[in-house]
């Protein structure tokens, strides 16, 4: 069994890898060549505690496992992270564990890289203004992940703690030399070519009104029940698209206007049909949103990656199982 450590990762794979694992991932899926399964949710011993359990196989690939994520909020307490994700891939001829992939990093890039797919398919080739709605950790890579596939040149960062915004928008242009501005969501939203919400919310950040038509949406927050970073009535006259369709009206962006009866699942297309040759993005004025809520498919593809260029760079640690 072999073990890649979270310094190991993120010393192995990089943005670019990452896309194009992930669009190979989504391929394959499309074509019927791999799996996802139901998603198991549990709640740890602590109140306030949870993780999920998401698996599946890529079958053309040899690729089969699970990840763990988890949420211990009082971690913060202790120095360490809220959040954990940890893959395990197992032997696709014996079922015995294969390796162990510390993926907090790796989960971190494939959300990213799944939204770099999106933009690349449906935003228009020539947006330049990208408004981040949220400056946490991962709307860092967010950001890492636009810039691979389309031309950003403004930053427009909104947060609902203005400070954090400002720190965020100083790091942009500090460390990647891109004009970037920390504004209030509605400023922000209304100059984008391309927004990315990546929150934590419950309820719409902005009303529909304010996204100006020829928009792409990459909604990357919501992934649990109750979750809802958009205004049903944007959802309702914009062009859909999802990682998995089911998902994104049960725990996705697409619940709250599912529920409320202003879509129905038939209306969206998962990321996977339009490398396949659907319709995507049909005229400059459309509104297009792409939901993700993330898939076990996206863990296999980034760790199982991972762990190939750990072993040919020998920082995959082998620990004996005795079988």
């Not at 403004?154 to 970037?180: D, K, S, Y």
Request: negative net charge; aromatic residues 6%.
């Amino acid at each position: 069994m072999y073990f890649v450590s979270e310094d190991v990762a993120k010393q192995v794979v990089a943005m670019p890898d990452a896309i194009a694992a992930i669009e190979t991932m989504f391929r394959d899926y499309g074509q019927g060549q791999a799996d996802v399964f139901p998603v198991v949710m549990g709640q740890g011993p602590h109140a306030g505690t949870f993780f999920s359990m998401k698996a599946g196989r890529m079958q053309a690939r040899g690729v089969v496992g699970l990840k763990v994520g988890s949420y211990w909020p009082d971690n913060r307490a202790q120095g360490r992270p809220a959040h954990s994700s940890s893959t395990l891939l197992l032997d696709p001829d014996t079922g015995y564990a294969h390796a162990l992939v510390a993926a907090s990093y790796l989960t971190a890039l494939r959300t990213a890289a799944a939204d770099a797919v999106a933009v690349r398919w449906l935003a228009r080739e020539n947006s330049s203004v990208l408004a981040l709605v949220g400056a946490g950790h991962q709307a860092w890579f967010e950001l890492l992940a636009v810039r691979e596939v389309r031309p950003i040149q403004q930053v427009c960062v909104a947060n609902r703690c203005p400070e954090t915004a400002r720190t965020f928008a100083r790091r942009i242009g500090h460390e990647l030399g891109l004009a970037a501005q920390a504004m209030p969501v509605e400023q922000a939203v209304a100059q984008a070519d391309i927004i990315v919400t990546v929150t934590a919310a419950r309820q719409a950040l902005f009303p529909a009104h304010l996204v100006r038509p020829g928009t792409h949406i990459s909604a990357m927050g919501a992934d649990n029940t109750g979750k809802q970073e958009l205004d049903p009535a944007l959802v309702a006259s914009a062009r859909l698209f999802a990682d998995v369709v089911q998902q994104s009206c049960s725990v996705g962006e697409y619940e709250a206007a599912f529920q409320a009866g202003c879509i129905q699942p038939e209306q969206i297309t998962t990321l996977s049909a339009v490398l396949h040759g659907a319709p995507g993005r049909r005229s400059a004025d459309d509104i297009t949103i792409f939901d993700s809520s993330g898939m076990a498919l996206q863990d296999l593809a980034i760790c199982a990656l991972a762990l190939e260029k750990a072993q040919s760079k020998g920082l995959a640690h082998h620990v004996a199982s005795g079988c």
